[in-house]
């Protein structure tokens, strides 16, 4: 691997410019699928995803991430019905809310749909397996998270017997880096992802998160995905509706490993854990927060409205 080098501090996504020197991305998924493990199809539909989607904004989201078809083993979507899902979908976002709009694809034609519709990232959890997914990100303005994967989107993922996950992950993430480098995308628009959950054990999961810091050696942003993954349900025993506590020991972790950008569910809860890790982390100061008496007491009045609600 390369020598330790600092991720780019300034990435141009489109008009959108994410400065990950002095602060870290937050984005909100949104399943518009009716078999999401998480919501179980409660914001499928255009006028359920956009209700999710201002609530997300309104928590704090920075990036909304579409996604059409779920993760979860099964036969793919009809890259059709998957276009249909997610394509009118982002457009509506990008006119109301201004924020940059990620798609979670790892299919080239629903990638070239979503980057037409107003997308500025794609999260591929294939690694850019295709090289046609390469050809259409370098014809655009958009970036690319690359996710570590062994095998296919899909399928059933089983351990795989390695002395090192990470030095495994690297050198996967450096040869997917150099081959889309090499094939025409600018490295000022890539993000990398170790991967977690997919075909890994819970020991493996703790041993990225924590030798997370290691991905900097090459060069790129770091992208985790760590929310409700089923290692805290594994790890904790708890059902996958109980991650809530877990996730933000997680998110908050690996804040503290260099992650720039987390791929979160609980949107509001997450937003806090991570704003406040930026404080130890010497993303923001102290000295920076002026809050006046008046402002103190709109806060107060807030908590506890909220504590009453919460009864």
């Given amino acids: 691997m390369r020598a330790v080098t600092a991720p780019p501090p300034v990435v141009t996504l489109g008009k959108h410019r994410l400065d990950f020197a002095t602060r870290v991305y937050v984005a ?18 255009r006028d359920a995803a956009l209700a999710r989607a201002e609530e997300m904004v309104r928590e704090g989201a920075d990036v909304i991430e579409v996604g059409g078809e779920t993760a979860q083993e099964g036969d793919p979507l009809p890259v059709r019905e998957e276009i249909a899902r997610v394509a009118p979908l982002i457009s509506e976002l990008v006119r109301r809310f201004g924020r940059p709009v990620a798609v979670d694809t790892y299919k080239p034609e629903v990638a070239k749909a979503a980057i037409e519709a107003g997308a500025v990232l794609v999260n591929d959890i294939s690694g850019a397996a295709n090289p046609e997914m390469v050809r259409v990100l370098a014809g655009s303005e958009a970036g690319i998270v690359i996710m570590h994967l062994h095998g296919r989107p899909r399928q059933h993922y089983t351990d795989i017997d390695v002395p090192s996950m990470m030095d495994w992950v690297a050198a996967f993430l450096q040869r997917r880096t150099d081959e889309v480098t090499a094939a025409g995308l600018p490295r000022q628009r890539i993000l990398v992802d170790p991967g977690l959950n997919f075909g890994k054990h819970p020991t493996r999961d703790l041993e990225l998160m924590r030798r997370l810091p290691e991905l900097r050696n090459l060069g790129f942003p770091i992208f985790v995905a760590t929310s409700r993954k089923d290692y805290i349900r594994d790890l904790l025993h708890l ?73």
């Fill in 28 to 45: 909100g998924i949104l399943n518009n699928t009716p078999d999401s493990f998480y919501d179980r199809g409660r914001f499928y539909g």
């Fill in 239 to 311: 059902h996958p509706d109980d991650l809530l506590e877990g996730t933000a020991a997680a998110v908050a972790f690996a804040v503290a490993q260099g992650a720039n950008m987390l791929r979160v569910h609980d949107v509001q809860a997450m937003v806090r854990v991570t704003r406040m890790m930026e404080f130890f982390c010497g993303y923001r100061s102290p000295a920076s927060v002026r809050v006046s008496s008046e402002s103190k007491t709109e806060v107060l009045r807030r908590g506890q409205e909220g504590h009453r609600a919460s009864r």
